[in-house]
């Protein structure tokens, strides 16, 4: 059984800073890659950013880059989202997903992820 709990979330104002993390627990062995996600209201749940476990490598949607960024723990099976700049646009539940095969399609690409958290929000005011 895997599971990923968010925390983090909250109430910021416009400029404002937030870090979310997220904790994997269960069958941690197998990680290849772990991600954030975002979903606001009567939208599409969209991409936010990546980390490779192994390699550290990453990888940002456009709207949030040079603003955010994805870190790893691997000791303690964590991924952090560092966000700054926040805008109101911002404002969404933020969603950690992981994969534990290699990527056959996309990164940004939800149906990718094997493994999902509940979500927590992140509400941005003006």
């Known amino acids: 059984q895997v599971q990923l709990v968010e925390s983090g979330g909250g109430l910021v104002q416009a400029g404002g800073s937030l870090r979310l993390s997220c904790a994997a627990s269960g069958r941690t062995f197998n990680n290849y890659a772990m991600a954030w996600f975002r979903q606001a209201p009567g939208t599409e749940r969209e991409f936010v950013a990546v980390?490779?476990?192994?390699?550290?490598?990453?990888y940002y949607a456009d709207s949030v880059k040079g603003r955010f960024t994805i870190s790893r723990d691997n000791a303690k099976n964590t991924v952090f989202l560092q966000m700054s700049s926040l805008k109101p646009e911002d404002t969404a539940v933020y969603y950690c997903?992981?994969?534990?095969?290699?990527?056959?399609?996309?990164?940004?690409?939800?149906?990718?992820?094997?493994?999902w958290g509940q979500g927590t929000q992140v509400t941005v005011s003006s």
């Open positions: 980390i490779r476990w192994k390699t550290g490598s990453t």
């Open positions: 997903a992981r994969k534990v095969t290699p990527f056959s399609g996309a990164v940004f690409t939800s149906t990718e992820y094997e493994y």
